[in-house]
């Protein structure tokens, strides 16, 4: 019997936020931390404000990137005036990926009850790259992380997983 191989994913990691810089972005730092730890490669990071048309460019650009797998964002998914992250991302998406913000509110119903459905997080496919945009707290990316992506982006996953499904997305 051969032993599973993990596939190492390219992710580009940004944190939408008008407070947020390196030395008090929890959230971003969490996911870096468990994006390596998993094996991952941290190809890119930034934090940019809550500005629609800057997140949207930034999102295209990595998009474009041919060499970045996964791009996952933090902050921006809530209901205040300046949340506009599914905003920015979803006329990007070539395809939704309806089934992760539903599960992801229905684990995150377990932790925080109906706060969660303050959550607008979405996720989609664009141009052969997984997209997911996660809320801006460190335990929603601790919940996004550990219970949906993480398991998904291990390509020993089984029955199956994201990973495998890679080659195809662009057919």
């Excluded at 094996?39 to 930034?46: R, V």
């Amino acid at each position: 019997m051969s032993e599973l191989i993990r596939s190492k994913v390219n992710i580009a990691l940004l944190t939408v936020s008008d407070t947020r810089d390196e030395t008090n972005d929890k959230s971003g730092k969490l996911l870096a931390d468990r994006l390596m730890s998993d094996g991952h490669n941290l190809y890119e990071k930034s934090i940019l404000p809550d500005d629609i048309y800057m997140v949207r460019a930034q999102i295209a650009s990595w998009i474009a990137d041919s060499k970045i797998q996964t791009i996952i964002s933090t902050g921006g998914t809530g209901l205040t005036g300046r949340d506009g992250t599914p905003e920015a991302a979803t006329p990007l998406f070539d395809k939704e990926i309806e089934g992760f913000g539903e599960v992801f509110r229905m684990i995150s119903y377990e932790e925080i009850g109906t706060a969660t459905m303050q959550s607008r997080c979405v996720a989609g496919v664009s141009n052969g790259t997984y997209i997911f945009c996660l809320p801006g707290s460190s335990g929603a990316c601790a919940t996004g992380w550990d219970k949906l992506i993480g398991p998904q982006l291990d390509s020993t996953n089984q029955p199956c997983n994201l990973v495998d499904l890679m080659p195809r997305l662009s057919e």
